[in-house]
């Protein structure tokens, strides 16, 4: 069975660019978190949804929004790029929001380097 | 915020050694994490811990739940090469989301050259 898988990958932007990821979940995973991991760091939450819903938001800017589909896949978007959001963004999906067991399956996440 | 002290930083191993890391919090968690990332892949849960005081194994690895709830430990026993990479904490929230994890900084294991 797939895994998480994100796209893309890698990608460079320059500062004041919009950028958009994407991001499917193990499939019969319904809930699926965002986190941000900047070189040398722990990740560090920014989203989560669950049935289309935001359930959490972490300390991020407006600047960043995120959706999930009706097929549970989701999109993260940042726009007006910083030079700090240059980071490993990871998605993480679960079977369920209820049990809050934290046991989370991430995928490779994608590299954004902001120029 | 809330924050994850983990320490050591960053270690070396040499193949057959025992390995031991912690983390410490100022806040209480009902759940504490071990996760394990390796170079361009995402975190891999190791091990889940649930009540305080609470101590389980998976293979070699051991942790455990402190019983003030405000720290863990991870021993590795035996380290092997692929042992290598970098070792998280990371607590969960009481009536958190189950996406609501706090991570700490990291232990980076590196075999001793």
């Known amino acids: 069975d797939a895994g998480v898988t994100q796209s893309p990958t890698h990608l460079i932007k320059t500062r004041g660019q919009h950028v958009t990821l994407r991001c499917s979940p193990i499939?019969?995973?319904?809930?699926v978190s965002w986190y941000q991991q900047v070189l040398g760091q722990g990740p560090q939450f920014i989203f989560q949804?669950?049935?289309?819903?935001?359930?959490g938001r972490g300390n991020f800017p407006d600047r960043f929004s995120a959706r999930q589909f009706p097929n549970y896949s989701s999109e993260l978007n940042v726009n007006a790029l910083l030079l700090g959001d240059s980071a490993l963004y990871l998605c993480?999906?679960?079977?369920?929001?209820?049990?809050?067991?934290?046991?989370?399956?991430f995928g490779e996440g994608s590299r954004l380097t902001v120029l | 915020g809330q924050q994850l002290n983990q320490s050591p930083q960053s270690m070396f191993i040499q193949e057959g050694e025992d390995v031991s890391m912690n983390c410490t919090s100022s806040?209480?968690?009902?759940?504490w994490l071990w996760y394990k990332q390796d170079p361009g892949e995402g975190p891999v849960l190791l091990i889940a811990?649930?009540?305080?005081?609470e101590l389980t194994s998976n293979g070699r690895l051991t942790a455990q739940f402190g019983i003030t709830r405000k720290d863990s430990f991870l021993n590795i026993s035996a380290s092997i090469p692929s042992d290598v990479g970098i070792y998280f904490c990371?607590?969960?929230?009481?009536?958190?989301?189950?996406?609501?994890?706090?991570f700490g900084k990291g232990t980076k294991l590196s075999v001793k050259p």
């Open positions: 949804y669950y049935e289309k819903e935001e359930r």
């Open positions: 811990l649930y009540k305080a005081g």
């Open positions: 993480a999906s679960s079977l369920r929001l209820a049990g809050n067991t934290g046991e989370l399956f």
């Open positions: 990371a607590g969960l929230n009481y009536g958190g989301s189950q996406g609501n994890l706090i």
């Open positions: 499939s019969g995973h319904k809930s």
């Open positions: 806040s209480i968690f009902n759940t």
